[in-house]
């Protein structure tokens, strides 16, 4: 994909902020800190696009980028930080789910894990909730670069266990720029580009 255009569109927390055309969108879900927006960014090839933190909690809206004119990726706020206030994470949740509920446009969820640990309990229940929505979903396994190469499909195994999923499952590295190309595939084939 040649990125000619990637602009922050709109920040939203209620849905009548939620931008108006109609374009296919592909949203990212995940932990705290999983590497959402840091994935976003590497994929546009632009630096500091989406805001990325060490510290988890730093997406707090629904962020909506317009690229090329011709589809959106969008940043959510990441689930299971536990240092935000009880009624802050509920009130991602209800923003979470109230877009992959109602928003039409949704094309596909990429539901980020960190490939280095087991799922977590909140990762599974929001799978097998995603699972139920009846949209796409691919689970992208991050911080690849954090284990050895070799140890990749054993990790990658243990992710499909656990989640006891048939999505398809995507190794990356954001930061060594590996596995960009296959989720643009796939993203490509859902624009039929
Ligand atoms: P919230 O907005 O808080 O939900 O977090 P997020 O999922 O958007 O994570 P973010 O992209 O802000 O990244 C969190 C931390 O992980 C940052 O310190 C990133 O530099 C780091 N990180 C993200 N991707 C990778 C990767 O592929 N490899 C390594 N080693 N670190 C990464
Ligand atoms: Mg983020």
């Given at each position: 994909?040649?990125?000619?255009?990637?602009?922050?569109?709109?920040?939203?927390?209620?849905?009548?902020?939620?931008?108006?055309?109609?374009?296919?969108?592909?949203?990212?879900?995940?932990?705290?800190?999983?590497?959402?927006?840091?994935?976003?960014?590497?994929?546009?090839?632009?630096?500091?696009?989406?805001?990325?933190?060490?510290?988890?909690?730093?997406?707090?809206?629904?962020?909506?980028?317009?690229?090329?004119?011709?589809?959106?990726?969008?940043?959510?706020?990441?689930?299971?930080?536990?240092?935000?206030?009880?009624?802050?994470?509920?009130?991602?949740?209800?923003?979470?789910?109230?877009?992959?509920?109602?928003?039409?446009?949704?094309?596909?969820?990429?539901?980020?894990?960190?490939i280095r640990?087991?799922?977590?309990?909140?990762?599974?229940?929001?799978?097998?909730?995603?699972?139920?929505?009846?949209?796409?979903?691919?689970?992208?396994?991050?911080k690849a670069d954090k284990i050895?190469?070799?140890?990749?499909?054993?990790?990658?195994?243990?992710?499909?266990?656990?989640?006891?999923?048939?999505?398809?499952?995507?190794?990356?590295?954001?930061?060594?720029?590996?596995?960009?190309?296959?989720?643009?595939?796939?993203?490509?084939?859902?624009?039929?580009?």
């Amino acid at each position: 994909m040649i990125i000619r255009s990637a602009d922050l569109e709109a920040t939203a927390v209620h849905p009548h902020q939620w931008p108006k055309p109609r374009l296919p969108e592909f949203a990212f879900l995940g932990r705290s800190n999983v590497g959402k927006s840091t994935l976003l960014n590497r994929l546009l090839n632009r630096k500091q696009l989406a805001r990325v933190s060490s510290q988890p909690g730093k997406t707090r809206q629904l962020n909506f980028y317009l690229v090329n004119q011709a589809f959106r990726f969008v940043d959510l706020p990441g689930y299971g930080y536990a240092a935000v206030s009880k009624q802050e994470r509920d009130r991602f949740a209800a923003m979470i789910d109230r877009y992959l509920n109602d928003r039409d446009e949704l094309c596909r969820i990429f539901h980020l894990v960190d490939i280095r640990h087991e799922p977590t309990k909140d990762d599974v229940a929001v799978h097998r909730a995603l699972l139920e929505l009846g949209v796409p979903v691919s689970v992208v396994a991050t911080k690849a670069d954090k284990i050895g190469r070799s140890h990749v499909p054993k990790h990658i195994k243990v992710i499909r266990d656990i989640l006891r999923t048939p999505a398809d499952i995507w190794p990356v590295s954001a930061e060594k720029r590996e596995g960009l190309e296959e989720l643009w595939r796939v993203i490509e084939g859902d624009l039929g580009a």
